[in-house]
């Protein structure tokens, strides 16, 4: 997260305030039907669409910014809003409209001996809190499935972004007032500064749940710091592994896309492991595949053989490569003398993010699969797949690593809790 001078304690008082409003706000959200969360996301979607104007011209500021202060091109293209970009926002928060109302769903139920009718029920968390860098796309994913399962969401982005994402929420804020729902129900968390963080994760007892999206250093501080409970996200660092069964065309088709289809995002590949067995015939085709790509490999002693044999650079890879999340077009690749070894690599290295294997053999896949601890295993697929709106859940909130309440890509079920509601006919107990 960018770093700020220190705020002032009235700041934090603003925070508070913004909190207490959040609090009320989801007290009048929780009872409302499906119809009407639906219709005020509906509101939203045309509002981005006829306001995109203003919220490019926004984010134009926040990226000449970004740029002048030197700015890497990955988190400058997480930052940019265009007039595409909105639009498939847009579509994703129609998608989310057209998703199952988690609200009220039985979880389980039954009757129990003495008569008594039992029902764990789906209800919303109540305020939920998002601080997350820079990707002004999360202010409206974040605000569109808190409103789909009955939240008041309070958004704390980075001072990057800080001018598309007053614009957007100032859209959000009203299309769902002009819908009927309370304007509160969406805010922006006043301040810029580290103070209004700090504010926020100490809101016990105002914010339910505080859920950090950004880099290592943010989710460590936001974890260890706040009093808040909270629903951990992770960095990614994924791995391919192309095993000596693997239909190369395949394994290339696959690694390519892991790496380069999208390298800024936390589902990009960052090491590629390849077995021994196909390394001769697999390194010259994958080295060429990712130099096309604009990809540059991080190798151990056999890609750097292979990359001078194709006459292709390859940077001599260090104990650092392997944990690294690039978040570039960097890739971090060894050769290894078996599956079990590039498991034994991948526990070691992994920020239990994705794993994919590619692989002809059934068997070296249910294996594989078996021995992973990640939040999502691919079989023949990019690492790409892991997310809310490929695994069909709509925008997601983020993509847990943690192992409590939710893990994966976290989509309107992970945003409710349950309340167990008893009925009985003038029962009491003996």
């Not at 192309?242 to 960052?270: G, T």
């Not at 601890?373 to 997601?396: I, K, L, P």
Request: hydrophobic content about 45%.
């Amino acid at each position: 997260m960018s770093r700020a001078p220190e705020q002032t304690a009235p700041e934090a008082a603003d925070v508070i305030a913004a909190a207490r409003r959040a609090k009320a706000a989801a007290a009048l959200l929780a009872p409302l039907p499906r119809t009407a969360r639906d219709a005020a996301l509906t509101a939203v979607a045309d509002a981005l669409l006829a306001r995109s104007a203003e919220v490019v011209e926004a984010n134009a500021a926040d990226i000449e910014r970004a740029r002048a202060a030197g700015t890497p091109a990955a988190i400058v293209d997480r930052l940019t809003l265009t007039p595409e970009r909105i639009a498939a926002i847009a579509a994703d928060v129609r998608d989310v409209v057209a998703l199952p109302d988690p609200v009220g769903e039985v979880v389980r139920g039954s009757t129990l001996p003495n008569g008594l009718e039992l029902r764990q029920v789906r209800v919303p968390l109540g305020v939920v809190g998002i601080v997350y860098e820079a990707r002004p796309n999360v202010t409206v994913d974040a605000a569109a499935l808190c409103l789909k399962s009955g939240n008041a969401v309070l958004l704390r982005g980075s001072s990057s972004a800080y001018a598309s994402n007053t614009a957007l929420v100032a859209v959000l804020r009203d299309a769902v007032a002009g819908a009927g729902l309370p304007a509160d129900a969406v805010q922006l968390v006043p301040g810029e500064g580290r103070a209004s963080v700090h504010a926020l994760m100490r809101a016990r007892g105002l914010v339910d749940v505080l859920i950090p999206r950004g880099g290592a250093s943010l989710i460590r501080t936001v974890v260890t710091e706040s009093t808040v409970p909270v629903i951990e996200t992770g960095v990614g660092n994924c791995h391919v592994y192309v095993d000596e069964l693997a239909d190369l065309d395949m394994a290339v088709d696959i690694l390519v896309n892991s790496k380069a289809q999208r390298p800024s995002v936390c589902n990009a590949a960052e090491t590629v492991l390849v077995h021994a067995g196909i390394a001769d015939r697999f390194l010259p085709r994958a080295l060429a595949a990712l130099t096309d790509a604009g990809v540059t490999v991080h190798g151990d002693d056999a890609w750097q053989k292979a990359g001078q044999d194709a006459g292709t650079p390859v940077v001599p890879a260090t104990e650092a490569d392997w944990e690294t999340e690039y978040l570039s077009y960097d890739i971090a690749a060894a050769v290894v003398p078996s599956l079990d070894a590039a498991v034994e690599h991948i526990r070691r290295w992994t920020s239990g993010h994705t794993e994919a294997i590619v692989t002809r053999d059934t068997a070296a896949a249910r294996r594989f699969v078996a021995r992973m601890d990640s939040t999502a295993v691919m079989v023949n697929a990019s690492t790409r797949f892991t997310d809310g709106g490929q695994f069909g859940f709509g925008a997601e909130i983020g993509i847990s690593t943690q192992k409590l309440h939710a893990r994966g890509p976290m989509g309107l079920p992970e945003l409710t809790s349950t309340t167990y509601v008893v009925t009985g006919d003038g029962h009491t107990r003996e």
